[in-house]
T-cell receptor
Framework: NAGVTQTPKFQVLKTGQSMTLQCAQD?????MSWYRQDPGMGLRLIHYSVGAGITDQGEVPNGYNVSRSTTEDFPLRLLSAAPSQTSVYFC????????????FGQGTRLTVV | QQQVKQSPQSLIVQKGGISIINCAYE??????FPWYQQFPGKGPALLIA?????SEKKEGRFTISFNKSAKQFSLHIMDSQPGDSATYFC????????FGAGTRLTVKP
C-alpha cells in the first residue's frame, strides 16, 4: 500500500517557469489537499478538494492552480514560478468521515531561483 | 489570519520530563483536533487526535487535553525521550484541515 505519493522529491525552477507537482493516493480518499511548509509558519493550506471535480481555495492560493479529474490524483500547478514560492510542498489525503486522519506524502522541496 | 495558534515555538526538555504544547482555535465549527509529529525530511504523521465532545484522550505517553469553552487544546508528552525530538503540529478541521505554526521539541539525554 503506497499511501500518498508525491513527485518529484526535489525541483529547481527559474523565475517565470511553470511546472506541475504530482500527487497520487491509493486509499480511495475523497479529500485531498496541498500545503506549503515554511520555517516558523507551519503548514499553510493552498488548495483542497472534497471529491473529483470539486476544488476550493485555502489560505494561500495565489500563484497556484489545481484540478481533480480522478479520485486518485490531485496535481498542483505553478503557473509562473516566483522566488516566494520556494518551499516544501506536501500533499495529503483523508476519508470523508468526521474525524478521519490525514495522510501526508513525503514532500517536494522546490527552489525557485 | 491564522485559525490555529500554537505555542511555544520551541521547547527543550530533559529526558524523563513532561513536554507541554498548547494550541488555541477560533472557529467553533471545527470538529476534529489532531496532533502531528514530523521528523526532518519526512511528511507529518498522525500522533493522536480528539473530538470536541471529549475532554481528554490518552494513548501511551501522549495525552490531549481539550477545553471547548476556552477553545484550547494541548498535547502532553510524559516521560519524554530523545526519540521524541521532532516538530509537532496541532491542527483543526471541518472539511479542510488548518495547522498551527509548529513546535520544535528537543529532548536532552
Amino acid at each position: 500500500n503506497a499511501g500518498v505519493t508525491q513527485t518529484p522529491k526535489f525541483q529547481v525552477l527559474k523565475t517565470g517557469q511553470s511546472m506541475t507537482l504530482q500527487c497520487a493516493q491509493d486509499m480511495n480518499h475523497e479529500y485531498m489537499s496541498w500545503y506549503r511548509q515554511d520555517p516558523g509558519m507551519g503548514l499553510r493550506l493552498i488548495h483542497y478538494s472534497v471529491g473529483a471535480g470539486i476544488t476550493d481555495q485555502g489560505e494561500v492560493p495565489n500563484g497556484y492552480n489545481v484540478s481533480r479529474s480522478t479520485t486518485e490524483d490531485f496535481p498542483l500547478r505553478l503557473l509562473s514560478a516566483a522566488p516566494s514560492q520556494t518551499s516544501v510542498y506536501f500533499c495529503a489525503s483523508r476519508a470523508e468521515r468526521q474525524g478521519a486522519p490525514a495522510f501526508f506524502g513525503q514532500g517536494t522541496r522546490l527552489t525557485v531561483v | 489570519q491564522q485559525q490555529v495558534k500554537q505555542s511555544p515555538q520551541s521547547l527543550i526538555v530533559q529526558k524523563g520530563g513532561i513536554s507541554i504544547i498548547n494550541c488555541a482555535y477560533e472557529n467553533t465549527a471545527f470538529d476534529y483536533f489532531p496532533w502531528y509529529q514530523q521528523f526532518p525530511g519526512k511528511g507529518p504523521a498522525l500522533l493522536i487526535a480528539i473530538r470536541p465532545d471529549v475532554s481528554e484522550k490518552k494513548e501511551g505517553r501522549f495525552t490531549i487535553s481539550f477545553n471547548k469553552s476556552a477553545k484550547q487544546f494541548s498535547l502532553h508528552i510524559m516521560d519524554s525521550q530523545p526519540g521524541d525530538s521532532a516538530t509537532y503540529f496541532c491542527a483543526a478541521s471541518i472539511n479542510d484541515m488548518r495547522f498551527g505554526a509548529g513546535t520544535r521539541l528537543t529532548v536532552k539525554p
